[in-house]
């Protein structure tokens, strides 16, 4: 079975359109990451996350209120990240197949959670996977996570023998070169061709991820080569340029 791995993205929102239906797998180990950013000042806090102040004390309050094992009060991961990817994804409009099609077959990468699957529980956060949070003999993130998410990512249900790479660099490499031996990795481009150089432009490759999960859902995929049906956003897919680990999409 293939799993397909995302990103998050950085403005949430609260949505009670659908229930959670339980707590992230990894949520022990984000109890550790949170009583470390509660006791973060201010200044210590805005210049881990890289922000503004108002961002910054935003961010420390929503710390201090959250309530992470009340599922009453979380938001489904699917619907509670609202950037670029997931409005072209959609799932507000899913049908109950191609949500169980996510359930199943898509984990979403989070700094501050791990791994979510997208009707786990989540509170809105702000904590991405490259800041420098030291907990213990760790001192970052990549470190404290270690391989957990890999294993959460192939392990978790049924298990999974393909991972299809969807998600930033940022996020990727906290799980690829985890991943065991046997697992077969496939990474999406999507790019231009210029001068003859595959280009990746940041908005497009966003809009295209959240296409893509889109595009799968609804044909219910089963097998990587079932990608490169994906002809969205002027994107289709380019032999030429790809291999059995990366397949390149490319628009005019």
Known sequence: MMRAI?????????????????????????LQLLEALRALELPALQKLLGCSEPLARQALQGFARMEPRRL????????????????????????????AWVQ??????S??????????????????????????????????WGGALAGQVVEDGEG????????????????????????????CVFAQLQGGRLVEKGVYVKMARGEMVRFLAETG????EDLQAFD??????APEHSSCGTYVFLRP
């Not at 959670?20 to 180990?29: E, H, I, K, S, T």
């Not at 999974?160 to 990474?187: C, F, N, Q, W």
């Open 160 to 187: 999974a023998d393909t991972v299809i790479d969807l998600a930033s660099a940022e996020y990727s490499r906290a799980v690829m070169p985890h991943l065991p031996a046997g697992v077969r990795r496939v990474k």
């Open 104 to 109: 199943r077959h898509v984990r979403i990468l």
């Open 232 to 237: 969205r956003q002027g994107y289709r897919f």
């Open 111 to 144: 700094g501050f959670y791990g791994v979510l699957r997208p009707f786990d529980g989540v509170a809105p956060y702000r904590l991405e996977m490259q800041a420098r949070l030291a907990i213990g003999s760790c001192r970052d993130l990549y470190a404290f």
């Open 72 to 99: 009453a009060a979380l938001t489904p991961a699917l619907l509670a990240y609202n950037g670029i990817q997931y409005k072209y994804m959609a799932p507000g409009v899913f049908t109950r197949a191609q949500l």
């Open 221 to 224: 995929a089963r097998r990587p």
């Open 6 to 30: 995302l990103s998050p993205a950085k403005q949430m929102v609260r949505d009670d359109t659908l229930a959670p239906a339980a707590l992230p797998a990894l949520l022990p180990r984000s």
